[in-house]
């Protein structure tokens, strides 16, 4: 399956992330029994009538990408919540450096380049080097939440948690953004973990949403 595309299993149902597109969505009862099929499943076991199929769908490169299973988003470990203290304040200078953030993610979000934003976020843990102790961690959750309170800038939870990695990128935190979806009624919704610490939303309502991207 082409690196743009991830899918969790719902209640049943499949839900698919086109982060290149910028969509989400469901497939027809055919095509979805087509990729349960799959799931699991060397590509090179796969019927060549399977092939042309997904490929019509925009599933699969031409050639496919190596190593690109098709498997579904994997569940998170439990989660426990560390939150920032909200007695912090942030100075003049990293409220700048935060609105100079929001701005350009809301920007290439606007553009639809949430691909290129997560790439980016990618290639800035890898080179991470290890993470400083977790008490640092607390401090620094709390004076990005200061310093977004000062920027007059919609709170959005995508732009949020894109703008609390990238604050905790330089600074040297390790950060995953958690992409998640829930149906009837469809929502969508975003968040920032570091191992099982949950560092920017509630337990409750995180756990209402099933994980279809994890970054």
């Known amino acids: 399956m082409r690196s743009t595309l991830s899918f969790c299993a719902i209640d049943g149902a499949l839900v698919f992330l086109d982060i290149a597109a910028d969509r989400y969505f469901m497939l027809s009862r055919r ?12 590509i090179a076991d796969w019927p060549d009538e399977a092939k042309a199929r997904l490929r019509q ?59 290129q934003l997560l790439d980016h976020h990618g290639a800035a843990q890898r080179t991470m080097r290890p993470t400083p102790p977790k008490r640092r961690l607390t401090t620094e959750l709390s004076v990005f939440a200061a310093a977004r309170m000062a920027v007059p800038i919609r709170h959005n939870c995508l732009l949020d948690s894109l703008g609390l990695c990238a604050f905790l990128a330089s600074r040297a935190h390790h950060a995953t953004l958690v992409i998640g979806v829930r149906i009837a009624p469809f929502r969508a919704h975003a968040w920032v973990q570091q191992g099982n610490a949950l560092l920017n939303d509630d337990r409750e309502r995180v756990n209402n949403f099933t994980p279809i991207r994890i970054a």
Request: charge should be positive; hydrophobic fraction near 40%.
């Open 31 to 42: 095509d979805d029994d087509l990729v349960r099929s799959l799931i699991d499943r060397p």
């Open 57 to 115: 769908l925009g599933f699969l490169a031409d050639p496919p990408e190596s190593g690109a299973a098709l498997r579904p988003m994997a569940s998170l470990p439990c989660l426990q919540d560390h939150r920032a203290d909200p007695a912090r304040s942030a100075n003049p200078g990293t409220v700048a450096s935060v609105a100079w953030q929001l701005f350009r993610i809301r920007r290439a979000l606007d553009r639809g380049r949430l691909a």
